[in-house]
């Protein structure tokens, strides 16, 4: 049994915590004779009727207390934030091993917790479990999770993990699909090392556990100009990428005739890079892996069509409710005393998806008659070669915007960090607007979102 429990940070007034005297401070032993190493044991543990919570009091000493409740009610405790478990790896391809120095510490955290994996669906590489670990999470039935494969030959994943200590991936797997866990998984790429051959025994391999492992997705190795003495990789060119795509759809085909679906996903970098369409919707399945850069593009294009046909209520500053069709066309203009001018938006991305994007704001462009201009952004923060809208920073948006004049800006919000407000180097929106002098829109990373954000103001 755990000594620690975990910590209470508060509790909420009237609530059963309060009645029966837990405090501030105090921490929750165990429940009904089971340890409670964090707040999710506690909340899988606290769903009965019957309780018996051993608690040690921030005074001193433990209490043991018996409580009767409904099922699904809760005592009215704050938790103290869980604690990460941290990586033991240091892969090649490590991100956070390519970070520039001077960002906040939070940024350097290598996450290997399965908690955090279960409630966030970050990715872990099952390197620090132990059997109680494997045990918690299926009594527990923590489910999906997310796995870091990349390679399901050991030598060369101990190679790409940096770790000659890394247990078999295979085995983890076989002991959470057996224990009726579904996982999601992901394969980072890196041309030359673990793609080819190497790939593809990777998938047939994860396959042979489906539909325990769920997906899989394939994402290509993401390069930082901040790789001093860090093992030599490269990016995938054009031709690469056709090539690994090309490997891939035979098995694609495979699984969604024997399994009904593709099982196994390339990232949105993949058709980019390569010049290629992306795929159907329907073989996205639900889009299982969008999280991961999979399907982003597909999903954002099909919205744009459907709100093309069935129009999108927008909120006025007026208060009131209009409905925006893509047809027939509007004229949306500015000024005062009799003067129009056209108003000029400046669309805010990475240069991956600048393409795509030019193409969507023309047909924008054609119908409201605003003026649209997409500037990619080039990333000096980590370097030409990161792409994607995601991690770009605000000061290099400012050098951008700098010098061009525009009505607005509009930013897609997953360059900021989750609910802080702010872009990764602690710059706010706010910031941007006072250093170029243009108004800072933020968008959600949608068709809707981009059409509501340029109507906007």
Known sequence: MSSKGFEIIGVEPGGTALDVGIGEGDRIISINSLPVPDYLAYRYLIASEEVVLLVRKKSGGEVEIEIEKDEDDDLGIIPAPMKVRSCNNRC??????????????????????????????????????????????????????????????????????????????????????????????QAVVAPGINDGAALVRTVEDLAAFYPGVQSLAVVPVGLTKHREKLYPLRTFTEKEAARLLDGLEPLRKKYRKKFGVSFVYPSDEFYIKAGRDFPLAGEYDGYPQMGNGVGLVRDFLDEFRQIGKRGVSLACHSERQRRIRLSPPLKIRGGQGGRYEVRKIILITGKSFAPILKNIAKEIEAITGLKLSVLPVKNNLFGEKVTVAGLLSGRDIIAALKGRKADAAVIPAITMRDGEGVFLDDLTPKDVERETGIKIIMMEPTAKGLIEAVLSF
């Open 92 to 185: 090649v391809f490590c991100f956070v091993e390519q970070m520039p120095k001077g960002l906040r510490r939070t940024l350097y955290v290598k996450d290997e917790d399965y908690l955090h994996s279960f409630l966030h669906g970050n990715y872990i590489t099952l390197t620090t479990m132990k059997d109680e670990d494997y045990d918690r999470i299926i009594r527990e039935r923590l489910s999906p999770l997310y796995v870091s494969v990349h390679a399901t030959d050991d030598s060369l994943r101990r190679f790409l993990l940096g770790n000659c200590k890394a247990p078999s991936i295979l085995d983890g797997i076989k002991k959470l699909t057996d224990g009726g866990i579904k996982l999601h998984t």
